[in-house]
């Protein structure tokens, strides 16, 4: 099977903090693919890192994605958007001043055909482009259950749903790989059930490979082929959901060494 990214020993440090050390793996295309590990394991680091918001120190990331093989380390944000690669963040970021609709509008900009003149004089591309992102936004928001809260504004909605709003605005840039960082946060069990639903189903639609960064273990072990887990920056384990849940270097991670001792007595 193809492989869709590839980070191979990749490093990142800020000053004397090694934040990623020495990290590799590899994701299959069309899978959904699971990092995790405690708070400040490296995560989100490793996100940053993929998606150019952070340049790795050492190491390579490669994307396959539309065909092509791209080298994401040393590109910009916006070049790595436009490979292939949308994210959402642990952190809501939402326009406030914008509704619900023009949040996931202003991730189209990217596939806009028209030029700044034809937008201004209004010519018949710059009007069909308009018309086609915003059955593309739509079409998003309906499939995120958000479709009769188009006109609202952004940060009126519930916080389940401003989540379901920023994977639609990722969805909008028309992305072969998408990141998602903590997609279940603050969302009760049956919410986070629909989640997993709804990450599927958009897998199978779009043809998505998807990485998701997640603390809640119903969704990671319901939803996600294989896990890959970092401790301090470092791999520790990697391997199926039930592999990993009795793996005790992740055990031990999770609830420390005392507790993996009794952990791994009751499940051996």
Same mark, same amino acid.
Do not use: W
């Given at each position: 099977?193809?492989?869709?990214?590839?980070?191979?020993?990749?490093?990142?440090?800020?000053?004397?903090?090694? +934040?990623v050390g020495d990290v590799s793996f590899s994701v299959d295309e069309g899978s959904i693919f699971g990092l995790i590990g405690p708070?400040?394991?490296?995560?989100?680091?490793?996100?940053?890192?993929?998606?150019? &918001?952070?340049?790795?120190? &050492?190491?390579?990331?490669?994307?396959?994605?539309?065909?092509?093989?791209?080298?994401?380390?040393?590109?910009?944000?916006?070049?790595?958007?436009?490979?292939?690669?949308?994210?959402?963040?642990?952190?809501?970021?939402?326009?406030?001043?914008?509704?619900?609709?023009?949040?996931?509008?202003?991730?189209?900009?990217?596939?806009?055909?028209?030029?700044?003149?034809?937008?201004?004089?209004?010519?018949?591309?710059?009007?069909?482009?308009?018309?086609?992102?915003?059955?593309?936004?739509?079409?998003?928001?309906?499939?995120?259950?958000?479709?009769?809260?188009?006109?609202?504004?952004?940060?009126?909605?519930?916080?389940?749903?401003?989540?379901?709003?920023?994977?639609? @605005?990722?969805?909008?840039?028309?992305?072969?790989?998408?990141?998602?960082?903590?997609?279940?946060?603050?969302?009760?069990?049956?919410?986070?059930?629909?989640?997993?639903?709804?990450? @599927?189903?958009?897998?199978?639609?779009?043809?998505?490979? &998807?990485?998701?960064?997640?603390?809640?273990?119903? &969704?990671?072990?319901?939803?996600?082929?294989?896990?890959?887990?970092?401790?301090?920056?470092?791999?520790i384990a990697e391997g199926t959901p039930e592999e990993v849940r009795r793996? @005790?270097? *992740?055990?031990? +991670?999770?609830?420390?060494?005392?507790?993996?001792?009794?952990?791994?007595?009751? *499940?051996?």
């Open positions: 099977m193809t492989a869709a990214l590839v980070l191979s020993h990749v490093d990142k440090r800020f000053g004397g903090l090694r +934040a708070n400040g394991a490296g995560k989100t680091t490793v996100f940053n890192l993929v998606t150019g &918001v952070y340049r790795a120190d &050492v190491g390579a990331i490669r994307l396959h994605a539309k065909g092509k093989d791209v080298e994401l380390v040393g590109l910009a944000p916006a070049a790595i958007a436009a490979a292939g690669v949308a994210r959402t963040f642990q952190n809501i970021r939402l326009f406030a001043s914008m509704t619900v609709l023009d949040n996931v509008l202003v991730a189209g900009e990217l596939r806009r055909r028209a030029n700044l003149v034809s937008e201004i004089v209004g010519t018949k591309t710059a009007r069909d482009d308009e018309q086609a992102l915003e059955a593309r936004a739509r079409k998003l928001l309906g499939e995120m259950g958000l479709e009769n809260l188009a006109d609202a504004p952004a940060t009126s909605l519930p916080y389940g749903s401003q989540r379901r709003l920023e994977i639609a @605005r990722a969805l909008m840039l028309e992305p072969k790989l998408l990141l998602l960082d903590e997609p279940a946060a603050g969302l009760n069990y049956g919410e986070a059930e629909s989640l997993k639903e709804q990450i @599927r189903t958009l897998r199978d639609e779009y043809e998505l490979t &998807v990485i998701l960064v997640e603390h809640n273990m119903q &969704v990671v072990m319901g939803v996600c082929e294989r896990i890959h887990v970092l401790d301090h920056g470092e791999t793996d @005790r270097k *992740v055990i031990a +991670a999770y609830l420390g060494e005392e507790e993996a001792e009794v952990s791994a007595e009751v *499940v051996s």
